[in-house]
């Protein structure tokens, strides 16, 4: 499951969090800190989360905003954070930290959370696309409200071998 803190409060967030059975969020943000809402702050959901009744950790090797590379095949991707996103996991941290992740899954209802309210604006999509392409898991995106929305893979993506590429380019209609 994924979810974007967006701009929630603590309340409402845990509230969100417990009503959907979660009890281990992993923060998938590659700066884990909320100026404007301190709360969301690395150091301050190690403190309220697990008080809450759910683990936290932050997993830096799922964080967002990777360089693209110049060769990047995924050329459906029209934003550049998600080609260079999309090329970092084809790396071998990514597919480890996705394995964990994976793992603890299996074990404990989770969450991986980004700030991005709507999941997709956000590289999390690109990690449901993994787990739902290449591992075969249901992933569900939790939004406010409690709206479950199961993942779609992502337009243009294609499983090669043991990695994704976003290179599938829209087939004109005949007519």
Not at 42 to 65: M, N, V
Not at 118 to 126: A, E, G, S, T
């Amino acid at each position: 499951m994924t979810v974007g803190h967006g701009t929630a409060s603590q309340e409402a967030f845990a509230d969100l969090l417990h009503k959907a059975g979660i009890r281990a969020l992993v923060d998938v943000r590659i700066g884990p800190g909320s100026r404007k809402f301190p709360h969301f702050g690395k150091d301050s959901l190690d403190q309220w989360l697990p008080a809450a009744g759910i683990a936290y950790r932050w997993e830096k090797d799922l964080g967002g905003f990777r360089k693209l590379l110049p060769d990047s095949p995924d050329i459906v991707l029209r934003n550049e954070s998600f080609r260079g996103y999309a090329g970092y996991m084809r790396s071998e941290e990514f597919k480890a930290a996705l394995a964990e992740l994976l793992a603890q899954a299996r074990e404990t209802p989770t969450v991986i959370m980004c700030s991005e309210t709507v999941w997709w604006r956000c590289h999390r999509r690109l990690i449901a696309d993994s787990a739902a392409l290449l591992h075969g898991i249901t992933v569900e995106h939790l939004m406010p409200g409690r709206k479950l929305t199961v993942h779609p893979p992502t337009q243009g993506v294609r499983v090669a071998g043991e990695e994704l590429v976003y290179d599938v380019q829209p087939q004109p209609s005949a007519g």
